[in-house]
C-alpha cells in the first residue's frame, strides 16, 4: 500500500487553545491571540511534511483523519474502527486514508506526534503500527507520556532509537505541528477531535462504526455513478 510524505505550504495567524471534553470527541476552541512557542513565523509549512498515507492514490475516496495522539476517542477509532474501515476499503483500493496530527492536548500529545514523525522519516510503514502503540499505552496507562516511553515504542516497531533520539534533541517538527495545527483550525475548520473529512463530507467526534461505513458506501457509489 501506498504511503508517503511530501512538501509544504504556509499557516500564518496564530490561536489559543483551550480544550473541552464533549460527547465522542475532545474540542478545540480557537480564540484569536497569541499561539506561543511552537511555531516560528519565519517557517512556512504544510501537511505534506507530517500527515501519513495509506492505500492508493488512485483510490476514488480520500477519508482526512485529524487524530491527536492523547486524544481517548481517537484511540477508540484507531484501535476499533480503523482495522476494520484497512481491511474492507483501503486494502481494496477504494479509499486513500490520510492521517493528520493535531497535537494540542499538552507536552505529551506534542511530543508522540515528533516521535511519529520521525518514525516515518526512518520507514513509513513503521508509522501505523507505532500509531497503535502508542493508543494502547494511552488506553493502559494514560497521556502523560515520557521521551522515554515514546523511543521505546519507536524501538518495539523497529525504528532505530537512537535516530530518534536525535531528531528530538534537534526539536525537529516542534515548529512545523505549532504550524499545521493553526492550518486545521483556521484554514479546514477543526474544532475537536477526531474529525473526519470523508470526501467532502465532515464528521466530527467518534463516529458510529455503521453510519460511518454507511456514508462511505454512499460515496463510493455516489464516485462510480
Given at each position: 500500500m501506498a504511503k508517503k510524505k511530501g512538501q509544504k505550504r504556509a499557516g500564518r495567524r496564530a490561536a489559543q487553545r483551550r480544550v473541552a471534553w464533549i460527547a465522542g470527541a475532545v474540542l478545540v476552541v480557537a480564540v484569536v491571540g497569541l499561539v506561543a512557542a511552537l511555531?516560528?513565523?519565519?517557517?512556512t509549512v504544510g501537511w505534506d511534511a507530517v500527515e501519513e498515507v495509506l492505500g492508493s492514490p488512485d483510490a476514488p475516496l480520500t477519508i482526512v483523519n485529524y487524530l491527536d495522539f492523547a486524544c481517548p476517542y481517537c484511540a477508540i477509532f484507531a484501535l476499533e474502527i480503523e482495522p476494520e474501515l484497512v481491511e474492507r476499503y483501503v486494502?481494496?483500493?477504494?479509499?486513500?486514508?490520510?492521517y493528520r496530527p493535531m497535537a494540542f492536548l499538552g507536552p505529551?500529545?506534542?511530543l508522540a506526534?515528533?516521535?511519529?514523525a520521525l518514525v516515518s522519516?526512518?520507514?513509513?510503514e513503521l508509522f501505523w503500527p507505532f500509531q497503535q502503540r502508542v493508543y494502547q499505552r494511552l488506553q493502559t496507562s494514560g497521556s502523560r507520556f515520557t521521551r522515554?516511553?515514546?523511543v521505546r515504542l519507536a524501538a518495539e516497531v523497529g525504528a532505530d532509537p537512537a535516530l530518534i533520539?536525535?531528531?528530538?534533541d534537534e526539536g525537529r517538527y516542534r515548529d512545523v505541528l505549532g504550524q499545521v495545527r493553526r492550518l486545521a483550525i483556521e484554514e479546514e475548520g477543526v474544532r475537536a477531535t477526531p474529525t473526519f473529512f470523508v470526501g467532502?463530507?465532515?464528521?466530527?467526534?467518534?463516529?458510529?462504526?455503521?453510519a460511518f461505513f454507511a456514508l462511505i458506501d454512499r460515496l463510493l457509489a455516489e464516485a462510480q455513478s
Open positions: 511555531a516560528r513565523p519565519t517557517q486494502e481494496t483500493g477504494q479509499v486513500r486514508l490520510v505529551g500529545s506534542l506526534a515528533q516521535v511519529g522519516d526512518q520507514d513509513p522515554e516511553d515514546l533520539e536525535k531528531g528530538l467532502k463530507e465532515k464528521v466530527e467526534g467518534l463516529p458510529e462504526p455503521g
